[in-house]
Each structure stands twice: as structure tokens, then as C-alpha cells.
């Protein structure tokens, strides 16, 4: 995230710690990245000890001020580690993509601008009560913006995004690291951030799949155990590809389920305008609409940068409309292709 926009963040959430402390964690993700380690590691250290100057409770023992003041100002979240990123099954990502980078249906942006500010006014709304959004479900084919948005969404409500690589997970859950996936869950109770299980179906699928190991069956029912129990303080967010061959007792876990479609005409001229903002072409896009039609927008942004590239090479500014046809012929061989070889 641009650092302007993260000191935006960081002013906005004063006064909400669990905010707060996303945020800075965002900012020394941010140095890490850039290899700036000894800031980054200062930047931790004050923050950690500012967290458990009031807290009794912090996990992170090493860092803890000795002796904690009882006038110590209002403590942030008490601190928990992160799982390592280089930890099998998670993965941190900083987000680079914003609101402006995704295609979205009118009806998807209103849903995630109330989960956006609903997740702002989370206090209040809770403080009534009244239980926030907090499960969501992306579904629909692939290359339609799911893991593009639950990028998006991190970056919207400035959590950090935790990937969790489910495959690994569920193996790693037969061997004996059933603590581990605890302590995951744990840490999205007690911490803010997004919990993102990409690739959801493989858990479908087991439930599905009366041939499997009855073992690896019990392991995912169990975790989807887990999933109904948790309370996350960000999102949990899991995506499929699957739609309505999901089982019912998958669907009901979540708090809200989002479709991400392939686009219609209309969503396709709008996204290969999109796509050539930068770049001159030659070439009107509704001639190419009929074409187009039931791809997805990884595949026609997969066409657009194909007929880039061919002006590129012939050295041309400006992409032409056989740039651009070809490469839509690109497309529809390279899915041929994949029908027939089924
Ligand atoms: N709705 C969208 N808006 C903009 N770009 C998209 C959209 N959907 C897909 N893309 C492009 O295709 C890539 C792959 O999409 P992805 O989010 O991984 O799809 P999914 O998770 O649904 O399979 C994205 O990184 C992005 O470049
Ligand atoms: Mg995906």
C-alpha cells in the first residue's frame, strides 16, 4: 500500500486499537519487504512494548517491559506472534491491488462497501449486540476476481492478509499438527486479519468424495468445525469454484456469500477500456464483444496484454484490431485445446 495511504489508515484508527496495531503491522510488513530490517525491527519493538506495557496478558514474552506500570496509557490488543510466513500452510501477503484494480458488478460493490463500513462501525455494531459480518464466501469460476478481491478487501479494511494454503493444511492436519491449525484460528479470534482459505473446494470435494479416507474426512469436517466455532475479529474468507454443487452445510457457515461471474458484454467493453487506459489502440471493442462472451476476465486480460505484446514486437505505438483479433484466436485455441484434451 502507498505509504501515504497507510499513514492515512494509521491517523484514521487512532483511538481503535485492534485497527491500530493492523496497521502498524502493515507499515513494518512494508519495511520488511523493502529490506529496511533494522527499522523494521525497531518499528516491532515499539510496538510491541507499547502493547504489553499495559498488557499482562501479551504472548510475546521476550519483548515485554519488565515490570508493567499501572499508569501505563490504554494498552493496544495484547500481541500475538504471526505464524511464520515461511510456516507451511500460511502465507502473509501484502496487498497491491486496490478498489480501482478490480471489475465488480454495481451489486458486489454495495456489498462490500457496507462490509467495509460495517467492519469500521464494528464496535458500535457489537456494542448493541448486534454480531458483525465476518464469514464471507466468494464464489464463481475461476479468473472472475475471487482471490483478486479478497486482496482488495485487505487492502480496503487495511488487515493484514493471511493466505492459508488449504492442501497443505489438510495433510499437514494428518500428520500431528492439529495445534497448529488451532493456534491459526486463534490467532484470527484474538487478532485482526483476514483469514483467507483459497481453493475452498478441495474441502468440498473431500466431503463429497465417499472414497476417501475416512481419516482425511473426519480431519475436514473437523476444521469446518473449527470455521462454525471461530469468531473472527477481521474476515474469514474462503473462495470456490464450486457453486451450487456445494454442500449445504459448507454454505451455511458464512455470513454472506459473494458471486463473482464471468462478465456480459457490457462488463467486457468496460474492462478491455480498462485494460488499454495506458495504451493507444486502433480498434473499437464492441466488434469483439460476440467473441468474447463466456470467458473470464483473467482470460480477456490474458487476450489484451497478448495483442499488447504483439505491437510491442512489431514496434508499433498503437495496438491494431489484428493485434487485437489475433489474439483473441490465441484464446479461443488455447481453450479448444483444453476441451478436447479432457
Ligand atoms: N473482476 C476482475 N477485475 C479485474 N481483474 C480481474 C478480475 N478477475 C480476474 N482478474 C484478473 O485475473 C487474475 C486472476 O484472477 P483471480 O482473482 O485469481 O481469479 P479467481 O480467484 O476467481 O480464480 C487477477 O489477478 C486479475 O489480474
Ligand atoms: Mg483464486
Not at 481419516?215 to 470455521?227: A, P
Not at 451450487?244 to 467486457?268: G, H, N, Q, T, Y
Not at 477500456?273 to 460476440?290: D, G, S, T, Y
Request: glycine share 4%; net charge positive.
Amino acid at each position: 500500500m502507498a505509504r501515504g495511504e497507510l499513514m492515512k489508515k494509521l491517523l484514521a484508527s487512532y483511538g481503535r486499537d485492534d485497527e491500530f496495531r493492523a496497521v502498524a503491522e502493515l507499515i513494518i510488513d512494508e519495511e520488511e519487504q523493502k529490506k529496511n530490517r533494522v527499522l523494521a525491527r525497531t518499528l516491532r519493538r515499539t510496538l510491541d512494548n507499547a502493547v504489553s506495557s499495559g498488557s499482562s496478558s501479551s504472548t510475546n514474552a521476550s519483548n515485554a517491559v519488565e515490570g508493567s506500570r499501572s499508569d501505563a496509557p490504554r494498552s493496544l490488543a495484547p500481541l500475538l506472534p504471526f505464524p511464520d510466513p515461511a510456516s507451511e500452510y500460511v502465507e502473509r501477503k501484502v496487498p497491491t491491488h486496490a478498489l480501482p484494480d478490480i471489475a465488480l458488478t454495481e451489486d458486489n460493490q454495495e456489498v462490500i462497501r457496507l462490509l467495509v463500513l460495517e467492519f469500521r462501525k464494528g464496535e458500535e455494531i457489537r456494542s448493541r449486540g448486534l454480531p458483525l459480518r465476518s464469514k464471507l464466501l466468494f464464489c464463481g469460476p475461476p479468473g472472475c476476481g475471487k482471490t483478486l478481491c479478497a486482496e482488495v478487501f485487505a487492502q480496503e479494511v487495511g488487515l493484514p492478509l493471511l493466505l492459508v494454503k488449504l492442501d497443505r493444511l489438510i495433510s499437514s492436519y494428518l500428520g500431528e499438527t492439529a495445534t497448529n491449525i488451532r493456534k491459526l484460528f486463534e490467532l484470527a479470534r484474538k487478532q485482526p486479519c483476514i483469514l483467507f482459505l483459497d481453493e475452498f473446494d478441495a474441502i468440498a470435494h473431500t466431503r463429497q468424495d465417499n472414497s476417501e479416507h475416512s481419516e482425511l474426512r473426519r480431519v475436514v469436517n473437523s476444521l469446518l468445525l473449527f470455521i462454525d466455532r471461530m469468531e473472527p475479529r477481521g474476515f474469514l474468507i474462503a473462495a470456490t469454484n464450486l457453486d451450487a454443487s456445494l454442500d449445504a452445510a459448507v454454505w451455511r457457515r458464512f455470513d454472506e456469500v459473494i458471486w463473482f461471474d464471468k462478465p456480459d458484454r457490457k462488463a467486457i467493453a468496460d474492462f478491455v477500456a480498462m485494460k488499454f487506459k495506458n495504451v493507444e489502440r486502433a480498434f473499437r471493442i464492441e466488434p469483439h464483444l460476440k467473441a468474447l462472451q463466456g470467458y473470464s476476465y483473467a482470460d480477456i486480460q490474458r487476450v489484451c496484454i497478448q495483442a499488447m505484446r504483439t505491437a510491442i514486437v512489431d514496434r508499433r505505438e498503437v495496438v491494431s484490431n489484428s493485434d487485437f483479433a489475433t489474439a483473441i484466436g490465441n484464446e479461443v485455441r488455447r481453450h479448444h485445446g483444453k476441451k478436447t484434451r479432457r
